[in-house]
């Protein structure tokens, strides 16, 4: 997508709460990664349209797409999983300043290894997984499981800003990663048990639906 047509569509979408407008300012200022608005447009959508009732987001950062997705769907509950300290401590006090908060649990800890506290939660209509880029098949497989039959998963930076489409990357850190993302789309698109599909939306969205 061009940078025009980019532009095009973010003036497109209506105007959001002042916190929202906060959060993603706040983002930017201290380099916190939260999803693109495009992406997260498009992922409320398929949210609303799937009509989840329970959701189970694997990566809360400052807990912008959870407040998102709690103003999105206000019956739903929504459980979010982070490890790092000083993001889980700039949530909270994000959602101290909303009523959105009440639908919301946070589960401080490392998502693959708080699995046993959020089996208590399950099962959820939906799995959102948005954090570390190179464990995204741990977490897929590890919370899969607490799926429901009609569930869906969403993956974002699943094209990591087109890298997963290059052939010479010079950063090898970056090289490493690319190459774990790639390896996990293979992975994910061959998966025996679900239907996915790759919308080259925001940084790249997943949508996987369990098959029949």
């Known amino acids: 997508m061009n940078e025009k047509l980019h532009s095009y569509l973010e003036e497109l979408i209506p105007d959001r709460h002042f916190l929202f407008t906060e959060m993603e300012n706040y983002a930017k200022l201290h380099q916190v990664p939260i999803m693109e608005l495009q992406g997260i447009e498009a992922m409320l959508q398929l949210l609303r349209i799937h009509r989840s ?3 189970l987001e694997v990566g809360t950062a ?5 407040l998102r997705m709690a103003e999105a769907l206000p019956n739903a509950q929504i459980v979010t999983i982070e490890r790092d300290s000083e993001r889980i401590s ?8 909303t009523s959105l ?3 919301i649990h946070l589960i401080k800890g490392d998502a693959l290894e708080v699995s046993e506290q959020v089996s208590h939660y399950a099962p959820f209509d939906a799995i959102f997984i948005d954090a570390a880029k190179g ?23 699943v ?3 087109g890298l997963v ?7 090898k850190r970056t090289r490493n990663l690319v190459k774990k993302i790639n390896e996990f789309n293979r992975w994910l698109m061959g998966h025996p048990d679900y239907d996915s599909v790759i919308l080259p939306v925001g940084d790249g969205v997943a949508i996987s639906k369990k098959k029949r």
């Open 101 to 103: 908060s009440e639908n």
């Open 90 to 97: 700039a949530a909270e006090e994000f959602f101290k300043r």
């Open 62 to 66: 400052i807990g912008y797409s959870a």
């Open 53 to 55: 009732k329970t959701i």
């Open 135 to 157: 464990q995204y098949k741990k977490f897929f497989e590890i919370y899969s499981k607490y799926l429901n039959l009609d569930g869906m998963i969403i993956t974002d930076n």
């Open 165 to 171: 489409a290059e052939e010479e990357i010079e950063s």
């Open 159 to 161: 094209l990591f800003k």
